[in-house]
């Protein structure tokens, strides 16, 4: 009654049969604790916040400020990460705010035979992202090996190498394509559903090599093991591409995203 | 606690935070694709595939939900990125034929392969050299 105009709920994801202790007590966003708000079987997982931080105007700015964003980011993925380990958990969107616990509950309540399906989809399962790498330069095959033809002239030498190497490029292309391609017909019949995301940007991944493959795949718990064992096979013999596999995720990549 | 990943990679992370998970509208109503930080997320994910793409490699380019997210930041900001790639492999591949064509004899490129040919590429190169001076 004291200041609830200036507080809001903040929701992480919905899940069911969750022990709430068993998430630790470790805080949320904005160092927030975590609390459950209950409605029949589903349990959505949720922080009191303030409007000053998670208001419309707040965050509107608060969504340009990349340090923001990181720490946000982080804080909900921990909460959704400890859940998921521990029951299925469908996360939602980041920044889904609601006026309080019982807005939270009518959501779940309505939203009770969509969050179910989510749920059932994803019991038992995890996600696990593979990305591929290629290391041009252990990808070039025997350079120079046309010799400027005798007699023509050094002008039409220069531009004939440079189509030359704009052939081998286009060709070592192709070859990365095919060879993402067969990486992930491998690893896909082991997985239950597929999402393919874009290659990240080196910038932002900070890795060095040309990425070729982002893929997400939705194992079932006990195959999780033999998929580990097939991508560092993978990694062993593919010279020039380095693969690999983080997980387990959440199942943000497979939760149905319409229909909101 | 144990085997979870205290600090998971923030690519990874955004790319399932941002937009994965289940969309419902919260009280709070905040249009995420309005919001800049989206836009400089396509920004550096479009340069990424822009640079794929130079390579020839655009099979994602067919699934609708990456090609129309790329496009739309094709029309955003894109475009500078993908040239400052573009004229960095320019400078890359300028450097690295002047190298070939300097030291053809030194083991640091692929293409002393053909060592045999060395001699003919310097002397190649000084023609050139020559011939441009002539046609000036």
């Known amino acids: 009654m004291t200041d609830s105009s200036e507080n809001a709920v903040y929701l992480y994801g919905v899940t069911r049969g969750l022990d709430l202790a068993a998430l630790g007590g470790s805080p949320g966003v904005a160092g927030a604790a975590v609390r459950d708000v209950v409605a029949g079987d589903l349990t959505a997982l949720v922080s009191t916040v303030r409007l000053d931080e998670y208001g419309e105007d707040a965050l509107r700015a608060n969504l340009e400020d990349l340090g923001w964003i990181e720490a946000t980011a982080r804080a909900h993925h921990a909460v959704v990460d400890r859940a998921a380990r521990l029951a299925p958990t469908a996360p939602v969107r980041i920044a889904t705010v609601y006026h309080d616990d019982e807005r939270v509950a009518q959501v779940l309540h309505e939203g009770r035979e969509r969050f179910g399906a989510a749920l059932d989809r994803i019991t038992g399962r995890s996600e696990w992202g593979v990305k591929a790498y290629a290391h041009p330069e252990d990808e070039r095959p025997e350079e120079e090996a046309m010799t400027p033809a005798a007699g023509t002239g050094v002008g039409t030498a220069y531009l004939r190498r440079r189509q030359e190497q704009r052939r081998r490029q286009n060709e070592a292309g192709r070859r990365l394509t095919e060879r993402a391609q067969a990486i992930d017909a491998e690893l896909r019949v082991h997985a239950v559903a597929v999402r393919r995301h874009p290659p990240q940007d080196p910038k932002l991944s900070g890795h060095p090599g040309t990425p070729i493959l982002n893929m997400a795949y939705l194992l079932d718990d006990a195959r999780v093991p033999e998929f580990q064992a097939l991508v560092r096979e993978i990694g062993e013999r593919s010279p020039g591409i380095e693969i690999e596999a983080t997980g387990p995720w959440p199942p943000y990549s497979f939760i149905e995203t319409d229909g909101g | ?136």
């Not at chain 2, 990679?9 to 309005?34: H, Q, Y």
């Open chain 2, 1 to 136: 606690m144990a085997g979870e990943q205290p600090s998971a990679n923030l690519a990874d992370l955004l790319e399932r935070i941002l937009d994965k998970g289940i969309v419902i509208v919260g009280d709070i109503r905040v249009n995420l694709l309005d919001i800049e930080l989206l836009t400089i997320k396509l920004r550096l994910l479009v340069a990424s595939v822009d640079r794929a793409k130079e390579m020839g490699i655009d099979w994602w380019e067919h699934d609708p939900s990456l090609s129309s997210r790329a496009s739309r930041g094709e029309v955003s900001d894109g475009q500078d990125s993908s040239r400052e790639a573009l004229e960095e492999e320019n400078r890359r591949l300028r450097e690295r034929l002047a190298a070939i064509e300097e030291h053809p004899h030194d083991g640091d490129t692929p293409a002393d392969g053909a060592a045999g040919d060395g001699k003919r590429t310097t002397s190649a190169r000084s023609a050139s050299t020559r011939k441009r001076k002539n046609s000036d």
